[in-house]
Every structure is written in C-alpha cells, then in structure tokens.
C-alpha cells in the first residue's frame, strides 16, 4: 500500500527555504519521518488514521480538509526541513559518506548550521501549537481525537520541548516534582 502523505512536494517548497532545485527523493523520507514524529503524536492513532482513509479516498472535506490544508500543511514541513537539514550537505553511495561543495557559495559553519535549525524548530513549533489549539478548540469535529486505545498513540498536547520533561506521568498516578528528580541521582 502506497503511503500517504499530508503534504505536496511543492507545499514543501513554498513553505521553507528549500530550493525548488532539491530533489524530492532527498526529502521524501524526512516528511515520512516528521509525520509519523509530529503529526500522529499530536493527533492521536485513530485521527491520523481517518485523514489517511479520507485523503486515499479522495472524500476529504469540511473540517478534516482544514486540518489537513491549513494546520497540518504549515507545521509538516517545517518538521520535515528541520530533520533534513543536518543531511542536506551529505550523500550516501556505496557504503561511503561524502560532503557536497558547492562552486557558487560556501557551506555553512556548525554553529550557523544549529542557529538556522533552531529557527526552523521554532517555526515549527508554532504552527504545531496552532494545530493543537484548532483540534481542541473543535474537539467535536473530530470525535477519532479521543479513541485512541491498546497500542494507538494518544494525542500529546504539548508543542514545545525544551530538553527536560517534569511532567507527571499520568497512567503511574504519581506525582513527579523536581525534588525527585533531584534525589534520583543519590
């Protein structure tokens, strides 16, 4: 079965900073890679699911269509370029790593390399809190939301992450507070 995308090759393009030069195949697996990380982790299984079947379907429409258009379209590829970033400058052949020059430009440092990212995370993260807010704002709309179970993924609500995760774990009951992550160390 073919995969399904939520997004065009030139909705990726428009989107970001990407050259209408760079070869789909180079991308194509940084989409697949940022919508199964960022798209079904914040809709849920079931959602994502549904989109899928609608979109094969050719059956997409009212607030799935806005979803999919206006929410899901502006945070997929912004996820997807910041993935592929570190990789753009690199090519793999035959077991052998190899960086690309360029004769018109020079490539960028580390450190500008990271800066670049990061604003393109936070890019990201932005619309990924809209999308959020849009799905919860109309949770009505979208009944899949809330169904997940067994192995499903259920929707995680948070759009930003900064490096440490403090939150309590909901299924243990137990409440997690800095003074143990502190003592776990001893």
């Known amino acids: 079965?073919?995969?399904?995308?939520?997004?065009?090759?030139?909705?990726?393009?428009?989107?970001?900073?990407?050259?209408?030069?760079?070869?789909?195949?180079?991308?194509?697996p940084y989409v697949r890679?940022?919508?199964?990380?960022?798209?079904?982790?914040?809709?849920?299984?079931?959602?994502?699911?549904?989109?899928?079947?609608?979109?094969r379907a050719g059956t997409l429409a009212g607030a799935y269509k806005t979803l999919v258009d206006e929410y899901i379209g502006d945070m997929l590829p912004n996820w997807a370029f910041y993935h592929a970033i570190p990789f753009l400058r690199f090519k793999i052949e035959n077991g052998n790593i190899y960086s690309k020059t360029s004769e018109t430009g020079n490539a960028l440092s580390t450190e500008e390399a990271q800066h670049l990212r990061e604003e393109v995370r936070n890019t990201a993260e932005y619309y990924t809190e809209r999308l959020i807010e849009y799905v919860t704002n109309n949770i009505s709309s979208f009944p899949e939301y809330n169904t997940n179970s067994g192995a499903d993924v259920n929707p995680d609500q948070n759009a930003y992450y900064n490096g440490m995760n403090l939150e309590r774990p909901m299924r243990q009951g137990t409440k997690l507070t800095l003074r143990n992550f502190l003592n776990a160390s001893d």
């Open 1 to 28: 079965m073919a995969y399904v995308l939520f997004i065009s090759e030139q909705k990726l393009k428009d989107s970001t900073a990407i050259n209408l030069n760079v070869d789909v195949e180079l991308l194509l």
């Open 33 to 55: 890679q940022a919508q199964k990380l960022y798209v079904e982790t914040k809709l849920g299984t079931d959602l994502t699911d549904k989109l899928k079947a609608e979109i």
